[in-house]
């Protein structure tokens, strides 16, 4: 079946710093992809859809200058946590729906990175 | 009100042990319902989807009602394996996927 890539896995950083976390999709092209954010015993939450060559779309609340989106090719999308705080510790995820199925509703998951902000 | 909605649980259930879990959605106009299985920390995998006419797939049975906008999820014969979260997941429309809160299920000997 299809797989989306996800690295890091894991990221400690210090207060302040960036982070950027790739998604990749290893055996199909996804012009879409999906950035969620999931705090403990809470359930994930979309940030934003990101199209291939185009903006990427912000759910409300999501700040846009603070998670920077790129979707330079039909199988990476990246997601940039600027100026990262503790407040910002979580566990982020991307997902994608493979072109080529038929009825694309089906979504692929990268594994995660858990981000920690000291 | 939530998009979706789910008790979060915990069900705590011995093995062997036949349990269910409901989950409401707002929209009426919802396309496609599904259900996800997410080990802790890990990312959520398909478990089933779920169609008007119910579907099974071993132990595992999903109904959906659309005129009451609720879905449900059967397990019978639970193993200690089932313990995870699962959620319920509603498509809006193509690129619109809500998640529900995940209900958590642990299954002991």
């Known amino acids: 079946g299809a797989v989306v890539s996800q690295h890091p896995s894991r990221v400690i950083c210090k207060s302040g710093t960036s982070v950027k976390i790739e998604c990749r999709s290893l055996d199909f092209q996804a012009t879409t992809m999906f950035w969620y954010r999931q705090f403990p015993k809470q359930s994930l939450m979309l940030m934003a859809t990101s199209n291939e060559g185009s903006k990427a779309t912000y759910e409300q609340g999501v700040e846009k200058d603070k998670f920077l989106i790129n979707h330079a090719s039909l199988t990476l999308s990246t997601l940039t946590v600027t100026s990262a705080h503790p407040e910002d510790s979580s566990f982020y995820i991307c997902s994608a729906r493979d072109l080529g199925e038929v009825t694309n509703e089906k979504l692929f998951f990268g594994s995660g990175t858990q981000l920690s902000v000291l | 009100r939530k998009e979706v909605e789910q008790d979060p649980g915990p069900f705590n259930v011995p093995e062997g042990a036949t349990v269910a879990f409901n989950c409401t959605y707002s929209n009426s106009a919802s396309q496609s319902f599904f259900w996800y299985r997410q080990d802790c920390r890990k990312e959520p995998k398909l478990l089933m989807s779920v169609y008007s006419s119910g579907n099974e797939d071993g132990r595992f049975t999903a109904q959906l009602n659309r005129a009451s906008q609720y879905i449900s999820l059967l397990i019978r014969d639970s193993k200690l394996s089932d313990s995870a979260t699962y959620l319920c997941?509603?498509?809006?429309?193509?690129?619109?996927?809500?998640f529900g809160a995940g209900t958590r299920l642990t299954v002991k000997p």
């Open positions: 997941v509603v498509n809006k429309n193509n690129n619109d996927m809500r």
